[in-house]
């Protein structure tokens, strides 16, 4: 008559063939095969129709394998659960993103594009209150083409708006611009952030990390993490 043995443990896969170890945790069986749930119910029945009456099978070890492999069916179907809420928030953020085009993205930016008879508008990130914040514009060149007086503004964002004319009122040609700002009273290093809006003509869904990118004029492909506030 067979003698009791110890029930195998749920995550255990037979050695390979040729293999000296048969200790549980395995990582392969033979011929790639895993050892699932259903197997390892049929190896419990097996050995409770064979155990040794003198010697019958722990009641507690019988409890705690069930408790096993009921924890493991568990994280198998919670895996699959959170990959069918992946793909519905994927689809679900696909749609929102839809909505975003031909609104106004405002976005960090040192730079900004004047297009041909047209004007830029952005905001400056006012870390603290301040008597005055002026915005600088320069050409490639880095000379000045037209300084913005915003006047006094509290902290957070200060929108401001450039008709595309330089500062003796003449049209500054079509290009990119550097924008810079800078306001009264604040400490050395203290940095004032620019933003430029620009229309959303597209969006991506990327993979991974890679997220929402939104397709902006005059901007490029920028990460919606990067979108400081979208606007119609």
């Known amino acids: 008559m067979t003698t009791a043995t110890t029930f195998p443990n749920p995550n255990y896969v037979p050695p390979a063939a040729g293999s000296s170890s048969g200790a549980p945790g395995a990582s392969s069986a033979a011929g790639g095969a895993t050892l699932g749930g259903t197997n ?4 419990m029945l097996a050995q409770l129709k064979n155990q040794d009456p003198t010697s019958p099978v722990d009641s507690n070890q ?5 408790a096993s492999l009921s924890q493991v069916q568990g994280i198998t179907q919670l895996n699959s659960s959170f990959s069918a809420l992946s793909s519905s928030l994927v689809s679900t953020q696909a749609l929102q993103a839809s909505t975003l085009l031909g609104h106004q993205a405002l976005v ?15 905001a400056i990130k006012v870390p603290q209150t301040t008597s005055q914040a002026v915005v600088d514009i320069s050409d490639s060149s880095g000379a000045l083409v037209r300084q913005i007086n915003l006047g006094a ?4 964002l200060a929108n401001f708006s450039w ?3 330089r500062q003796d009122g003449s049209q500054a040609p079509v290009g990119q611009y550097t924008l810079t700002a800078q306001i009264s009273g604040a400490t050395a290093g203290t940095a ?7 229309t959303v003509e ?23 993490a990067n979108v400081q506030q979208i606007s119609h």
Not at 108 to 122: K, Q, R
């Open 40 to 43: 390892f119910l049929t190896l």
């Open 62 to 66: 019988f409890l705690s394998q069930l």
């Open 108 to 122: 960090a930016s040192t730079t900004a594009a004047l297009p041909a008879g047209g004007s830029v508008s952005g």
């Open 153 to 156: 503004q509290a902290t957070g």
């Open 163 to 165: 008709d595309g004319k």
């Open 192 to 198: 004032v952030g620019t933003y430029v809006n620009g």
């Open 202 to 224: 597209s969006v991506t869904m990327g993979a991974g990390q890679t997220g929402l990118t939104l397709n902006v004029s005059g901007l490029g492909s920028v990460p919606f």
